[in-house]
C-alpha cells in the first residue's frame, strides 16, 4: 500500500509566495535563484495540476520574462552608473597629477633661473628639454582627463616651441647675470 502525499491549501499568501519565487526568484548568497514550477510544487507541497492551471491563467511565465528584461536592464544602469562614477574619479586624479606634474617642472625651473642668477650652472638642454616634455605630457593628460582632444596637439611642434621658449628664458637669465656682473665691475 503506497502513501499519498497530502498537497498543502493554495491559501492567497502562498500562492503569492509561489507567484513571487517563479517570477523573481530569491536572493541566496548575493545570487539571484529562480525555480521552475515543479521545483516549487515540491517545495511547498501543492497540487501540480492547481499550480500548473493558476501559473498558466496568471501568466507567471510572461512575468518572468518581463522581471527579467527589467532586472538585466537595472543591472546594466547600475553598471553603466558605477563606470561613469569611476570614471570621474580617476579624471579627477589624473588632473591633480598634471597640476602636481606642472608644480614639479615650474619649481624646477624657477630653482635654476635663480640658481643662474645667482652665478650657478643651469641645467643643460637636455634636462630643459626632459622638462618641457613633462609639461606637455601633463598638458596631454589634463587635456584628456577634461575631454579634450588631444590628437590635434602637433607634439613636435609643442616640443621645440616649448625647448625654444626654455632656451630663451635662460638666455635672458644669462644675460641678466652678465649686466650685473659688468656693472658691479665698473
Known sequence: MSKKTQSK???????????????????????????????????HKVAKS???????????RVQREQFNNEYLAKLDDDRKKN????????????????????STVGAIIRD???????GKKGLPPSQINA???????AQRLAKLALGEATHNINANVREADA????????????????????????
Not at 87 to 101: C, E, M, T, V
Not at 163 to 186: K, W
Request: charged share 35%; glycine share 2%; net charge neutral.
Open 112 to 118: 635654476n633661473s635663480t640658481g643662474i642668477s645667482e
Open 50 to 60: 492547481t499550480l500548473y492551471r493558476l501559473s498558466q491563467k496568471e501568466n507567471w
Open 9 to 43: 491549501k493554495l491559501t492567497d499568501n502562498l500562492k503569492i509566495k509561489i507567484r513571487n519565487e517563479f517570477v523573481q526568484g530569491i536572493e541566496e548568497d548575493g545570487k539571484r535563484k529562480v525555480f521552475s514550477l515543479d521545483e516549487l510544487i515540491k517545495k
Open 83 to 102: 563606470l561613469s562614477e569611476e570614471s570621474k574619479r580617476f579624471d579627477n586624479q589624473s588632473i591633480n597629477l598634471a597640476k602636481a606634474l606642472y
Open 131 to 137: 622638462l618641457a616634455n613633462a609639461a606637455l605630457s
Open 163 to 186: 625647448f625654444r621658449e626654455a632656451m630663451e628664458l635662460l638666455d635672458s637669465v644669462a644675460e641678466q647675470r652678465r649686466e650685473s656682473n659688468d656693472t658691479a665691475i665698473h
